[in-house]
């Protein structure tokens, strides 16, 4: 080697250097990456009343980096976790912070539809997108530009079920709700379709959101003696609900149980014991979902969280994931937000729930909607699937 190639190396060298501590020390292709982060603010409930939904939806979202990796389009994904507890005015103001100082991309998460709305206008002012991974009702979508969302919607499980009840030999039904708007929503979709299908309503009921006592409204189902009682709590509540159902003997009194998925939500079916046997319920996902990618998903789930089965929310969270990382493969990497916004619309793909699509108009999840009832497989209870409808779009929007 002669002394000028050395030399050359030598030069080389102390200008890399140079580079790396003008990179504030970072090795240069880290900073690059650095550099090139796209920033996904993820906010949900951790702690306070519906921190089982954080928790599904915090798992659901890592279960998706860990399955397709950190880097899509050339660029890292860095994940910002923030715990609103369920609180709307917290949720806004930590979008506002994470819009501004935190620098983030993407805006994800919203656990119940009080904290989407009120973070809309901060996606809309920002021009970021905001992925809603669980809330559901139907407007949610509209109240921003730059809402996308990957759980369901409200409408589309209220309204398959009470089609469903109707054609099923169900005459007389009264609804028990939770007083908010997804709750009215479901009641309203139900009551639609059940009574258009010859059922009749005979009373509907509200049950609050704050620390729910089901015992005086289960004693008016009970008087009524509906051919059956259809139920929304949000996720999480459902466990306490059917304790209620049951000590008041609503199990034996030949008044069938249907809902939404929300009542048998996986999270905690296996533990409400016989009481939930039978119940129908409507829902965009279920962990028994028969297929090669939900045989999967649910294992590497259930290994990664303590055996924690993953629910509706849980997949909410990994296909919102899914939506930022094809829709990145589709900019190449750009991530200013209205670009990722306009990549997001029409965009489909297989999720452990089956096939789905964001329709390009509403900007609204399109799915089937399968119609489940809980049985025993292997000693443990399941909704299993009876019947799906195919790739229902929301049909308080196709409504108008
Ligand atoms: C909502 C809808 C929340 C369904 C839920 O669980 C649920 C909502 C927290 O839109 O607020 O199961």
Redesign the pocket.
């Known amino acids: 080697m002669t002394m000028t190639r050395l030399r050359f190396m030598a030069l080389a060298a102390s200008l890399s250097l140079g580079v790396a501590l003008a990179a504030g020390g970072l090795p240069q292709s880290a900073a690059a990456a650095a550099d090139r982060a796209v920033k996904i603010g993820l906010i949900l409930p951790i702690t306070g009343p ?1 921190a089982s ?1 954080g928790a599904e939806e915090l798992a659901g979202v890592k279960q998706y980096m860990a399955d397709h990796g950190k880097t899509v389009a050339g660029r890292t994904i860095e994940l910002v976790v923030k715990d609103d507890t369920g609180s709307p005015n917290e949720t806004k103001r930590i979008a506002q912070e994470l819009v501004t100082s935190g620098g983030v991309n993407v805006l994800m998460g919203f ?3 009080p904290l989407a709305f009120a973070t809309a206008p901060i996606a809309t002012q920002a021009k970021v997108p905001m992925v809603v991974t ?4 139907s407007s949610v979508t509209e109240k921003s530009p730059y809402i996308v969302r990957t759980s369901f919607v ?1 409408p589309q499980g209220a309204y398959t079920m009470g089609d469903w009840a109707a054609k099923n030999g169900m005459k007389s039904a009264v609804t028990l709700v939770t007083d908010y708007a ?1 709750g009215i929503e479901e009641q309203d979709w139900f009551v639609k379709a059940f009574e258009t299908g010859g059922g009749k309503v005979v009373e509907q009921l509200k049950v609050p959101l704050k620390n729910p006592d089901f015992a005086p409204f289960l004693q008016r189902v009970a008087d009524d003696k509906p051919d059956a009682v259809f139920v929304f709590v ?3 509540v459902g466990a306490q609900f059917m304790k209620q159902f049951r000590e008041r003997g609503l199990d034996k009194s030949g008044i069938r149980l249907i809902g939404t998925g ?1 009542i048998v939500d996986d999270q905690f079916l296996n533990s409400m014991g016989d009481v939930a046997l039978g119940v129908v319920t409507a829902r965009d996902y279920t962990a028994a979902h028969d297929s090669e990618i939900n045989r999967k998903f649910v294992k590497a789930f259930e290994a990664a969280n303590d055996g924690m089965r993953p629910n509706f929310m849980a997949v909410g969270g990994y296909d919102g994931m899914a939506l930022v990382y094809h829709a990145l493969e589709k900019t190449k990497g750009d991530a200013s937000g209205p670009k990722l916004i306009e990549a997001m619309k029409g965009l489909s793909w297989e999720s452990p729930r089956g096939p789905i699509s964001i329709d390009p108009k509403t900007r609204d999840i399109v799915q089937n909607i399968y119609i489940n009832k809980v049985e025993k497989k292997d000693g443990q209870l399941y909704s299993v699937t009876m019947d799906t409808v195919k790739a229902v779009k929301d049909p308080a929007k196709a409504a108008k």
């Open positions: 519906f939904t656990g119940l539809t669980a809330a559901a009702t409200t997804p949000p996720a999480g929300d």
